[in-house]
């Protein structure tokens, strides 16, 4: 079992930054692909990032690519989303979320997550 919990969220001006974290519990944090998603008001919720159980290696959706950075701490049991260059269409709730032994690329192709954090909500203002 694998608990997450995001935060890091809230309301940033177009063109700022904000990172977000998520915390994960248990001791086998390590073996997961972790995955930043998010969803919008109205919207279908949508993959935003990812990063390999063991490499390291990323993968990003095309809408954020250059402007945000998937990293983890694996000491730390902890995920980070760091986005910069913020736009208005950037504004949902974004979830992070853990799949065993997954690669990012699996994750960033719809492979289905094993566990789901709440939320944290970001705000983006123009």
């Known amino acids: 079992q694998v608990r997450l919990v995001e935060s890091g969220g809230g309301l940033v001006q177009a063109g700022g930054s904000l990172r977000l974290s998520c915390a994960a519990s248990?001791?086998?944090?390590?073996?997961?692909?972790m995955g930043w998603f998010r969803q919008a008001p109205g919207k279908e919720r949508e993959f935003v990032a990812s990063i390999t159980w063991s490499s390291g290696f990323t993968y990003y959706a095309d809408s954020v690519k250059g402007r945000f950075t998937i990293s983890r701490d694996n000491a730390e049991n902890t995920v980070y989303l760091q986005m910069n260059s913020l736009e208005p269409e950037d504004t949902a709730v974004y979830y992070c979320a853990a799949a065993q032994w997954s690669t990012a690329q699996a994750i960033g192709r719809n492979r289905d997550m094993d566990y789901w954090g709440k939320g944290t909500l970001v705000t983006v203002s123009s």
């Open positions: 248990g001791r086998t944090f390590s073996r997961y692909g």
